[in-house]
Nanobody, 117 residues
């Protein structure tokens, strides 16, 4: 069992920055793929990006490339989503999740990010 706890959300003006954290516990995560997702009101949940816990390789969607960066701290069992140049359309509940064998089995509770004009 893996427990994921997100933090770092909040209200920020357009152009500002936030860093989300996802603290993981309960299992060795070296074989996991860690993902960030978001869900805006009235919309489907959207994949934002992922990072391989073992290799550190990251993937992000085009709409956040150059603005969002995913990283990890192995010693702290924590994954980060650094979000810069935030736009109102980035407003959503952000979730981290852990995948093994290609399926995201474990999810955090989510953290709200609101970007105002």
């Amino acid at each position: 069992q893996v427990e994921l706890v997100e933090s770092g959300g909040g209200l920020v003006q357009a152009g500002g920055s936030l860093r989300l954290s996802c603290a993981a516990s309960g299992h060795t995560l070296s074989s996991y793929l860690m993902g960030w997702f978001r869900q805006a009101p009235g919309k489907e949940r959207e994949f934002v990006g992922s990072i391989s816990w073992s290799s550190g390789r990251t993937v992000t969607i085009d709409s956040v490339k150059g603005r969002f960066t995913i990283s990890r701290d192995n010693a702290k069992n924590t994954v980060y989503l650094q979000m810069n140049s935030l736009k109102p359309e980035d407003t959503a509940v952000y979730y981290c999740a852990a995948a093994v064998a290609g399926t995201y089995h474990y999810w955090g509770q989510g953290t709200q990010v609101t970007v105002s004009l």
